[in-house]
C-alpha cells in the first residue's frame, strides 16, 4: 500500500518560495507506474489541482498555476517536491500530495487517487 507524508515550512512571507517535499514508502517514484501530484485547499474553498509528475518525470501543470509552479523528483530519496514561486497570502492553504495509477488532469476528487497524504497547513504572512 502507498503511503504518502508531505514536510515542509509551515509559515512562508510573501514574495518567498513555498517548498514541500512529498516522502513516498510502498512503492518507487521511478518504477511503480504512479503518477505523483500536488493538491491544495485554501480555508473555505474547494481543492485545486497543481500539476503532477509522472513515474518517468515527465511534469503537468494548473494552467492557472504553472508559471509559477515546479514538481520535481528524489529517486535517491523517493520523495517528490513542489516548489510554489512568489508567494502571497492567497497561497495560504492545506497542501496535499497524492498518488494515481491514472494521468487524469486537473483531478480533486479522492477517488481519482489510490492514496492521498495527511495534508500540511502552509500560511503566506509577514
Known amino acids: 500500500q502507498v503511503q504518502l507524508q508531505e514536510s515542509g515550512p509551515g509559515l512562508v512571507k510573501p514574495s518567498q518560495t513555498l517548498s514541500l517535499s512529498c516522502t513516498v514508502s510502498?512503492?518507487?517514484?521511478?518504477?511503480?507506474?504512479?503518477?505523483w501530484g500536488w493538491i491544495r485547499q485554501p480555508p473555505g474553498k474547494g481543492l485545486e489541482w497543481m500539476g503532477v509528475i509522472s513515474y518517468s518525470g515527465s511534469t503537468y501543470y494548473s494552467p492557472h498555476l504553472k508559471i509559477r509552479t515546479s514538481i520535481a523528483r528524489d529517486t535517491s530519496k523517493n520523495q517528490f517536491t513542489l516548489q510554489l514561486i512568489s508567494v502571497t497570502p492567497e497561497d495560504t492553504a492545506v497542501y496535499y500530495c497524492?498518488?494515481?495509477?491514472?494521468?487524469?488532469?486537473?483531478?480533486?476528487?479522492?477517488?481519482?487517487?489510490?492514496?492521498w497524504g495527511q495534508g500540511t497547513q502552509v500560511t503566506v504572512s509577514s
Open positions: 510502498g512503492a518507487s517514484i521511478a518504477t511503480g507506474f504512479y503518477y
Open positions: 497524492a498518488a494515481s495509477k491514472k494521468l487524469i488532469l486537473g483531478a480533486t476528487d479522492k477517488n481519482q487517487y489510490e492514496s
